[in-house]
């Protein structure tokens, strides 16, 4: 019986080594929740900070985490969310490539239905899950640059707003509508929670680590 129970303690405790290590290496992911007040995420810097305190809570706090927004800004372009991330590999939580620098990450990711995980290794629910909350905040266009200035809110007034201005959004499942961008779906209906729900979302966005 000890024999056993000493087996069993080390199978435990080796799952739990695992899973550790697969945090430790993970440096992508799409936030399990989002702010709860649609568009409005305090800003870049409160998204930054939710990133990091999801990937802290997931063992992965060691590393400086960003999200994949963007921003506009009158009489000249934003910041790029390209800009904000780092120059990559990127992994998921399971330890699969999602791309391994920029270029291959805006041409040709790895981000898919299965391999688009939150920070605990949870897949999103996508189309065809109930709730479907594919939509993810971006702020950019396809290749990952800032809008121009003039053109219409895409950035929920820079992630404060939750309820006028619309935010650019993709599908991480590149599933449904006429264009099924990972970082460019379409314009949301609006910044509010609800509309953001209403249209196959959740306020839900992309972390990566920078560093």
């Known amino acids: 019986m000890r024999k056993m129970l000493c087996i069993l303690t080390a199978g435990f405790i080796a799952l739990v080594g695992a899973e550790a ?11 399990s929740v989002g702010s709860g007040n649609g568009g409005d995420l305090g ?107 003039g053109q219409p809110d895409r950035t929920c007034s820079n992630w404060t707003s939750s309820d006028e201005g619309q935010a650019m959004v993709g599908h991480f499942d590149r599933q449904g509508g006429g264009n099924t961008s990972w970082n460019a779906a379409h314009p949301s209906r609006s910044c509010s929670q609800s509309d953001l729900e209403a249209t196959g979302g959740d306020g839900l966005y992309m972390c990566f680590a920078a560093d």
């Not at 290590?21 to 936030?31: C, D, K, P, V, Y």
């Not at 990091?52 to 790029?80: K, V």
């Open 43 to 149: 800003g870049l810097e409160g998204a930054d900070a939710h990133c990091q305190n999801l990937a802290e809570s997931a063992g992965a706090g060691d590393r400086t985490w960003r999200a994949y927004l963007g921003t506009q800004e009158e009489g000249r372009r934003g910041i790029d969310a390209r800009s904000r991330i780092g120059t990559g590999p990127w992994y998921n939580a399971a330890g699969i490539l999602i791309a391994t620098n920029l270029d291959d990450l805006h041409l040709n990711n790895n981000l898919v239905r299965n391999t688009s995980l939150d920070e605990n290794g949870d897949r999103v629910n996508g189309r065809g899950d109930s709730p479907n909350r594919h939509d993810t905040l971006t702020g950019a266009m396809a290749d990952g640059t800032a809008f121009f200035a």
């Open 21 to 31: 290590s697969l945090a430790q290496g993970m440096s992508f992911f799409i936030t």
